[in-house]
């Protein structure tokens, strides 16, 4: 798989425009031996057939695909322009990202990059980089931009009697992953949850966090706690806002009645659950049949058809157990690594519902403005 390290990253770089932007970065790829200087045309080429900009500051300029001849070895060149660089539509670059590819070994590159780099206020610390370290930082996550939220963090049907017990269970894993210290331990423990409904409660503090998170604690039997049944407990450790989206999925299912849907799922559904910004809605799957997988162009093109609609629509992956994306943001598509063959679930809220499904559905069929077979 593709990597990024400090010497793959050239910073202080200006640009008067972005046919610059991609000129210097073509020929730092034709130094590097990575291409032929003929990719260069290649590259204002891609560039002319769909904006390569991602957003947040990120563009990641290529050749088309039909051009892959030209390059010689896969590779990736990141030149960072602090003054930033027009790439036309309003979007300013702070990040320019130049793949050479033989084949789809940059899609798993693409979906850590987007993954990490989609994130709210990223924009500004690319602005503001000094060294390669701090780009690698990000890019590596070291800098937190997603709330921490897995599966080894949902606890299901603990045999518990009391919230002394179950304040128990969701310390320990608090300390496990080092998600914070003492001061949080000490504040959920004497801190007086809030009833959400339907036997689910909210205890959170942001004293102490090194990490925002969420954790579930579920109990096998109810119990009372100031005459209200507990079923589960949900844990927030929070002094930021990326758990925002997590509390408008939650405030989502209690205004549609669905809390217990949390009790009956696996800890993957439950991510799933709250993850994602639709509850109701229509789904339908498709399989992806371009070859080289849902890269920018395809992934542009899908964007654009979802664009079109006033639904909301969410795209999972269902051939790995990655969350659900707004398929409207190109670079949450892209964090979903699509490759040949993958199948897509769709999920669309709002009064053109299907209208959407079916276009999109048309979209992929068609190739999304690529050949297929």
């Keep these: 798989m593709l990597s990024i390290n400090n010497n793959d990253i050239i910073l202080y770089q200006t640009a008067n425009n972005k046919k610059n932007a991609i000129k210097s970065i073509a020929n730092s790829l034709f130094k590097k031996g990575y291409i032929e200087s003929s990719y260069f045309n290649s590259m204002l080429a891609r560039e002319a057939q769909n904006s390569t900009f991602l957003g947040n500051g990120i563009a990641i300029p290529h050749g088309k695909t039909e051009s892959r001849h030209q390059i010689k070895q896969t590779g990736v060149i990141l030149h960072h322009f602090p003054e930033g660089v027009d790439w036309s539509d309003g979007n300013t670059v702070y990040l320019a990202i130049g793949i050479a590819a033989k084949s789809d070994q940059h899609l798993d590159i693409l979906k850590m990059l987007t993954r990490v780099l989609s994130a709210e206020g990223i924009e500004q610390k690319l602005k503001n980089a000094t060294s390669a370290d701090s780009i690698i930082d990000l890019i590596n996550a070291k800098v937190q931009t997603e709330i921490l939220f897995t599966s080894d963090l949902i606890q ?57 998170a969420i954790i579930l604690v579920t109990t096998s039997q109810p119990f009372l706690h100031q005459n209200k049944l507990i079923k589960g407990i949900i844990y927030l450790a929070s002094d930021n806002q990326l758990h925002l989206k997590i509390l408008k999925s939650l405030i989502d299912l209690i205004a549609h009645k669905k809390v217990n849907s949390l009790f009956s799922a696996n800890p993957q559904q439950i991510i799933n659950l709250l993850s994602k910004e639709t509850v109701d809605g229509v789904q339908q799957v498709f399989t992806l049949r371009n070859p080289h997988g849902l890269h920018a162009r395809p992934g542009a093109m899908l964007v654009h058809t979802t664009k079109k609609f006033l639904a909301s629509i969410q795209l999972a992956n269902i051939d790995r157990p990655d969350n659900s994306v707004n398929a409207k943001n190109l670079m949450k598509v892209m964090s979903l690594g699509i490759k040949f063959n993958d199948k897509l679930q769709f999920s669309a809220q709002g009064e053109d519902a299907q209208e959407a499904l079916f276009a999109i559905g048309q979209a992929i069929e068609q190739g999304l403005g690529e050949s297929i077979q």
């Design 156 to 212: 299901l049907n603990h045999p518990v009697e009391n919230i002394l017990q179950i304040n128990a269970i969701a310390s320990e894993l608090i300390k496990n992953q080092e998600i914070a210290n003492e001061r949080f331990i000490e504040a959920i423990t004497t801190n007086a949850p809030t009833h959400l409904g339907d036997g689910l409660w909210l205890n959170a503090s942001n004293q102490g966090v090194n990490k925002t």
